[in-house]
């Protein structure tokens, strides 16, 4: 079967650096994203990896490595308006997205 | 970017009516869409996917007489949720992929649908 795992939740502290990951198992593999989703609204896009090793995007970075089926999340600079939702999804050979229960991260002052 | 916008971003209706959500792409063409749903503290639950001018393919157990997909153009779907019940009560996302080989989805805002 299909399987994406991240953790239920994690806090950490404004201004600190936190780092969520996300493993999986999938039929086929066409890329892995990462969506940020705060209470009562949609994901909005955070990255795309396809390719190993890391994506670097101002505050945020995304890693992948295939082989170990294997991503994260680095989220620098925390501040508190990142407290949210952070879903992993996997597209698999069908192009379908399969997604991660999502970690909610909480930030403390 | 690319937006999708929904319609209407939020709805009370009776339990037995049905409701209608339209979910367009305001600046490309969506060969493909994806319905989802959201309980609370819950992750999407894809409900179905349709392509432009072909029935959706529902996932397991979501009844397809239930909610009615409709995809007749390229810019927009719309989801019927059909004899509508207090348990269907919940967060109806849609999303847009511009095709096969454009990786990205682009989310609606959501609509929330609470039945009394």
């Known amino acids: 079967g299909q399987n994406i795992d991240q953790p239920t939740e994690m806090t950490a502290t404004e201004g600190a650096i936190v780092q969520i990951n996300c493993t999986y198992q999938?039929?086929?593999?066409?890329?892995l994203f990462w969506y940020q989703q705060h209470a009562g609204e949609a994901p909005t896009f955070l990255s795309y990896?396809?390719l190993d090793g890391l994506e670097e995007k101002g505050r945020f970075s995304s890693f992948l490595s295939r082989s170990k089926g294997y991503s994260y999340l680095l989220l620098k600079e925390l501040q508190m308006k990142d407290s949210a939702s952070y879903l992993c999804?996997?597209?698999?050979?069908?192009?379908?997205?399969?997604w991660g229960a999502g970690t909610k991260l909480i930030i403390k002052p | 970017g690319a937006v999708v916008s929904q319609h209407p971003s939020w709805v009370i209706c009776k339990s037995g009516t049905s409701v209608k959500i339209e979910c367009r792409s305001l600046?490309?063409?969506?060969?493909?869409m994806f319905w989802y749903r959201q309980f609370p503290k819950q992750s999407l639950m894809l409900m179905a996917t349709?392509?432009?001018?072909?029935?959706?393919?529902?996932e397991q157990g979501v009844e397809k007489d239930k909610f009615l997909i409709n995809h007749a153009s390229l810019t927009l779907s719309t989801l019927t949720v059909t004899s509508a019940h207090p348990e269907d009560s919940s967060f109806y996302i849609c999303?847009?992929?511009?095709?096969?080989?454009?990786?990205?989805?682009?989310f609606g805002p959501g609509t929330r649908l609470t039945v009394t």
């Open positions: 999938t039929s086929g593999f066409n890329g």
């Open positions: 999303s847009a992929r511009e095709g096969q080989s454009h990786y990205e989805q682009y």
């Open positions: 999804a996997v597209m698999d050979s069908n192009y379908q997205l399969i």
């Open positions: 990896n396809v």
């Open positions: 600046d490309f063409q969506a060969t493909t």
């Open positions: 349709s392509n432009e001018g072909s029935k959706a393919t529902y």
